[in-house]
Structures are given as C-alpha cells and as structure tokens.
C-alpha cells in the first residue's frame, strides 16, 4: 500500500461530513430560497467554516456513483456496457435499449436527471461564490483568506459546465446568484457558435483559479486542486476539435505535463489496487469521490451489475438488480491477442456457455466477473427461474456472450462489472470505495495521444503507451496507431467515464468501432447523437432554449 493511502486513509473529509444535498431539481430558474440565513458574524469565520460550507456545492458528484444520470448515459451509449432487458426486469420504458442504440429522446429521465445534477452543482457553487463574496465585502473575513474557496468554487463550477459542454453542448451560462435569470438564453441560437463559447467560458475560468486553488493534495483529498484544474484543462483541450473544430494538442501537453512534473503522482504496481475497497489516498488519484456507506452513500455499483441471486456470493446485505452488463466484443478487446497481444492462458472465453479457452492474460481482466457464480464456501449458486431457453441452465455462470438486447436477455449473461472491490459483508446500496474522476494513468495516455496526433511516430508517445502495458502484464507495441490507442484507453479506463468521449474523439480514423458505427444490436447513426438532446422538461420550463440539432 502507498505512503498516501496509509497515511490518508482514516482520514475525515470535510465535505463528507455535511447535511445531505438536494441535488435534482430544475435547472431552468438557478435561483433558489436560502431557508436559514448565514450572518457574516455567525460563519465563514474560519478555514474549516469554509470548508464545510463547499459540501453543497460538491454534492451533485455523488450522482457518478449511481444509474440515474452522467455515467449510466455515457456507459451506457458506448460499447463498453448494455443493460439488456430480461423480461419484465430493466424494460424502464426502453430508455437502456434507447441508450444503446443511440435512439435516446429528450423525454428520457436520466438525461433530464444529467442536465438537472449539473445545474444544480452550478448555482450551488454561484451561491457560495455570492456568500463568500458577501463577507469579503463586508470586512470580515480579508480577501486573500477567501481567495483559494471562491477559486476552488469557480474551478467546480467550471467543472460541471465541462461536463454539460461535453454531454449537451450548447448551454446556458449562469454565473450570478442575486439576481440570476430565471430563463437563461444559451450563448448563441447557432450550436456551434454556443458550444464554442461554452468551451471560451470553461478554459477562461480554469486559467484564472490556476495559481488560486490549493497545491496540497494531502489536504485537498476529494476536493478540487491545482492539479484537477490541470487535468480538466488538458480534457478540455484533448476533446477541443470536437468541441471547437480546432485540435489543441500542445495544450494538452502543457497541463498532462504539469501533472507529470509535480511529483506529486505515480502509477501503482498493482492496477488493482486503486480500486480496492478504502482505497483514499491511492498515489495514481487526482480527483476521486471519497463515498461511504455511512457519511457518504451513493455508489451503488455492487447492486447496479450483480445477479439478482449473488447475495451468498459475498454475503451482501441488499439483494443485486441485475442490470448492467459488459458488452461482448468490449470484453473480447482484453482476451483477443490479435487485438492485445501478450501472454497467453486459459480464460473465459466468448461461448454462449462460457467454456474457457485460450487467450491473453491482461492484469486488468480483473475489471470483470465471469465464469460459474460460487458461495463463500465455494458452492454453485444457482438461479431456479432461468429462462429455458439458455443452455447453461441453473447453475449461474457469467459468461462474455449475451444471447440478445431484448425482450429475452439471459438473467446471466454477460460479463459482470468488477473494477471494484466488492465489499464482503457489505450490508447496503452503498460502497465503500472512492470513485475515480481523474486518475494519474489517464494523464499518461492523454499526453501519449497528443503527441501522437502531432507526430505518429513520436517515440515518447509509444513509450508511455507501454508503461500502462507493461503493469497490464501484456507485451509491448512496436508501433502506435489510431485503433491501437483507443482500444488501450478502453481497456485501462473501463468503467470510468471517458469511453463515449473516446469514440466521438477518434471518429474519421478507420479501423476499430467508433460512437456512430453499427455495433452488436445497434445500427449506424447520425453524428447528431453526438451530443444528447436538451430535455423536454427545461425546454417546457424555459422558452428561451433551442433544440440541439437532430432532435
């Protein structure tokens, strides 16, 4: 274990610690009623006062750990995982099958939820920004005492307008509390032109709390750091032609490099250990959500993806939904030594049984749950309602193949989402482990790309490539090359949020699967379905908002 992660571990964050945030609620009017009144002589006395006080502001980033918004409509809507319909359980309407097949419509709830979280994570933080401005001006707390907490504030808020310029585009930009409009206008009635200004707005902002916000990642832990602003610039810039039309790669360079050069970051040895359960501190961390069963809920992986039956498997508390499933050809990317050559054993393999076979011993193969489902004393769990027509029968064995989306999905197919620790004895929804936004392997493989993209023979591109290949297990490339780089993004970064802004990224290099191709039940598509639509209820709320294009 780490020097980080032994010393931070027991540590007490203040964020986690506050009042529970009311986090969906309507985006439209970024005002809102402040039931207990703060007085410049009762608060924001002291640095911890300030730190309490940003809990709700952070409190929307607890929506990443479940299915109701951004990571269930960015997983979801890439070939990396599929949430097949098993009869009467997960039909929800159809909105997983419209996920997947990229048919999702503005009426679809947890695209609202996405747009509703983010908003509110906005006018949280514009106001705190008000309050902590308030008490500036009122001579009781000095300016430079409250610099680096309206800083930290303006470098989240940037945060989440990346995520709505990312998911949606073309959004209202609202950075007033008193007196905010009820019916904000985006920036432009043109996408292109609004999407652009999004992104002028984010890059303005990030640069201008650079040297503000705190350097100490000890002390930070959880919270926004100089280094997370680093890495939200250089994702900003890695996605800046699809967001702009104009590529940034030196961009990404300069802030990849910051991150390098502070020392502050290495890879562990183990891949896996950043995802144990209390995993806090972990050395390749830079910004993580520290979720706890107790202080802070809501990181329900464990029950989103395990079979309904599995409770003996790990002798949980709260019985699985049985939802989320990896998609096949997702999974084969680890195993296939055509695609990930290294060396090679028995694994299981793509067969409507799940018989073992031959194939690459990836380290990272760890992400999944597949083969026969055992109890804690190594007996068969089985499943006495599986459908008939499913060859394996009771006995449940996770295997890689899934028979079909819908109606009929076998309750147990499909490989098993299982990057992280499942907790034995876990007794609720919620985990006990951090969930990483920004890890230190990503920084390695984005600054990778950018040199690649400027120079596809960049020496220093190849090497970092191999540096996460080498702790994989797997063997060295020889040679970079487009379908390359994004298979090794997808197989180190499953389960972390990037793979749908991975395929838009590389779309127009030929080769592997990207967003708008044809995958396993699933046709082509406009590149329209590159962003999500704005939700029918903002546009009902707000008259002042136009469609995205292609909706």
């Known amino acids: ?65 479940g299915n109701c918004c951004v990571t269930a409509i960015n997983e979801v809507s890439s070939d990396e995982i599929v949430v097949t319909q098993k009869g009467a359980d997960w039909e929800d309407g159809g909105v997983w099958i419209r996920l997947h097949r990229h048919t999702f ?21 514009n106001r705190l920004i008000f309050q902590f401005e308030t008490v500036v001006e009122a001579g009781n707390v000095s300016e430079e005492d409250a610099a680096a907490f309206i800083g930290e504030l303006r470098a989240l808020r940037a945060f989440y307008y990346y995520q709505l310029l990312d998911n949606f585009g073309n959004v209202p930009i609202v950075t007033s509390f008193e ?47 100089r280094w997370v602003v680093h890495m939200t610039l250089a994702k900003l810039y890695l996605n800046a032609e699809v967001y702009t039309g104009q590529p940034r790669w030196e961009d990404v360079i300069t802030h990849t490099d910051a991150i390098i050069d502070s020392g502050n970051f290495n890879l562990l040895v183990d891949y896996s250990e950043n995802f144990i359960v209390n995993n806090t501190g972990s050395a390749e961390h830079i910004f993580t959500i520290p979720f706890n069963e107790i202080f802070l809920g809501g990181f329900q992986l464990h029950v989103m993806t395990n079979h309904i039956l599995s409770q003996p498997a790990f002798n949980f508390g709260e019985q699985p939904w049985n939802g989320f499933q990896t998609v096949a050809d997702f999974y ?7 695609q990930n050559p290294g060396p090679q054993g028995e694994v299981v393999g793509m067969s409507p049984t799940g018989d073992m076979t031959t194939g690459t011993l990836d380290n990272r193969l760890s992400n999944f749950l597949v083969g026969p489902l055992l109890d804690l004393q190594g007996n068969q769990i089985e499943d006495p309602g599986v459908e008939s027509s499913d060859p394996v029968g009771p006995p449940i064995v996770h295997t890689p193949y899934i028979n079909e989306l819908a109606p009929g999905g076998w309750r147990q197919a499909g490989a098993r989402i299982a990057k992280y620790e499942m907790e034995i004895g876990l007794s609720g929804a919620s985990m006990n482990n951090d969930m990483v936004i920004y890890r230190y392997s990503d920084v390695l493989l984005m600054k990778a790309e950018a040199l690649w993209r400027m120079n596809p023979s960049d020496t220093d591109a190849l090497m970092l490539v191999n540096e996460i290949r080498n702790r994989a297990g797997v063997d060295p490339f020889d040679n970079l090359d487009a379908d390359r780089l994004l298979a090794e993004r997808g197989r180190e970064l499953f389960w972390e949020v990037v793979r749908r802004q ?26 329209d379905r590159n962003v999500f639509p704005i939700p029918q209820n903002q546009l009902e709320a707000n008259s002042s908002l136009v469609q995205n294009p292609g909706y």
């Open 332 to 338: 084969e990317s680890y195993i296939d030594p055509d």
């Open 502 to 527: 991975d395929l838009i990224r590389f779309e127009g290099n030929t080769g592997l699967t990207r967003f708008n191709d044809p995958w396993w039940e699933k046709t082509s598509n406009n590149p």
């Open 179 to 225: 007196g905010a409009p009820e019916s904000p206008p985006q920036p432009s009635t043109d996408f292109q032109q609004g999407r652009t200004e999004v992104f002028n707005f984010v890059e303005q902002e990030l640069l201008e709390v650079l040297d503000q916000v705190d350097t100490d990642v000890n002390a930070t832990l959880g919270r926004v750091n």
């Open 105 to 125: 419509t503005p009426s679809d709830d947890v695209i609202n939820n996405t747009w509703n979280n983010f908003f509110s994570g906005v006018g949280n933080a």
């Open 1 to 65: 274990m780490n020097k980080r992660m032994k010393t931070y571990k027991k540590r007490t964050f203040a964020w986690l610690l506050l009042l529970p945030v009311l986090w969906i609620g309507s985006c439209t009017d970024l005002t809102e009623t402040v039931h207990n009144q703060v007085t410049a002589d009762q608060f924001f006395q002291t640095d911890e006062e300030f730190i309490s006080a940003l809990g709700d502001a952070y409190g929307p980033m607890t929506s990443f750990g």
